[in-house]
């Protein structure tokens, strides 16, 4: 049963673009919920990060949207630059969980055009 | 510099071997994690530690296992009861004083089969 779903295996945008890229959970225990970032054979780097109580968080040209009633989240990247072209993974925490008992989704792989 | 090291980089099991993944780190954190990828999917949960001396199984625990004499040091052995062990391992730290739940990732260890 995945609990976090990135339905989009990939994405790919020309540089200076917006890049959007979205993930929907089914778990209604999650209240907190993370972006990282992952270039090949290195581990995953934490971008950014969005609270329950909060429907965006913006980090340089980096925001998170969470549409609650929706169980949903998308990370925007704003201009789009090739160092941003990497694997994505949204990940989701619960209420009552112990710390870092994070649920990650498949991740999108994102490819950034010059 | 901070950080979590594992090794080897990349490791060959042959058929009903045992090989141990080495993970550690001097973020002097508490809590410790093993998660798994493979293409196309997820990380996914292994094993995990809060504290010295104390592990509890993840969403994939079978066929492997683990330790935690140490604070730093958090080895994963991938038993020959594993079957389907070729995957990207991941090693990551928390601070159990941090809330939003931000894991530190080590850069990993591809393990194939021969």
């Known amino acids: 049963d995945q609990q976090v779903k990135q339905n989009s295996p990939s994405l790919s945008v020309q540089e200076g673009r917006i890049s959007i890229l979205n993930c929907d959970y089914t778990n209604s225990m999650f209240d907190y919920f993370l972006w990282y970032k992952k270039y090949p054979a290195e581990g995953p780097t934490f971008l950014i990060s969005?609270?329950?109580?909060?429907d965006k968080n913006e980090d340089g040209r980096f925001t998170v949207f969470l549409n609650k009633s929706a169980k949903h989240l998308s990370l925007h990247i704003v201009p789009s630059q090739p160092g941003d072209s990497a694997v994505y993974f949204c990940?989701?925490?619960?209420?009552?969980?112990?710390?870092?008992?994070?649920?990650f989704g498949q991740g999108t792989i994102l490819t950034v055009h010059p | 510099d901070g950080g979590i090291t594992q090794s080897p980089k990349y490791l060959f099991r042959k058929e009903g071997q045992n090989v141990t993944l080495s993970c550690e780190q001097n973020?002097?954190?508490?809590?410790m994690y093993w998660y798994r990828q493979d293409p196309g999917q997820g990380l996914r949960l292994i094993y995990y530690s809060q504290i010295v001396n104390d592990f509890q199984k993840g969403d994939i625990a079978e066929g492997y296992s683990v330790s935690r004499e140490k604070k730093e040091s958090f080895p994963l052995t991938v038993t020959s009861a594993q079957k389907n062990p070729t995957a990207f391992y991941l090693c990551?730290?928390?601070?159990?004083?941090?809330?939003?739940?931000?894991?530190?990732f080590g850069s990993g260890t591809q393990l194939s089969v021969l």
């Open positions: 969005i609270s329950s109580i909060k």
């Open positions: 990551a730290s928390s601070s159990r004083q941090v809330k939003n739940e931000k894991l530190f």
């Open positions: 973020l002097n954190h508490d809590a």
């Open positions: 990940a989701a925490s619960g209420v009552g969980a112990s710390y870092g008992k994070l649920t």
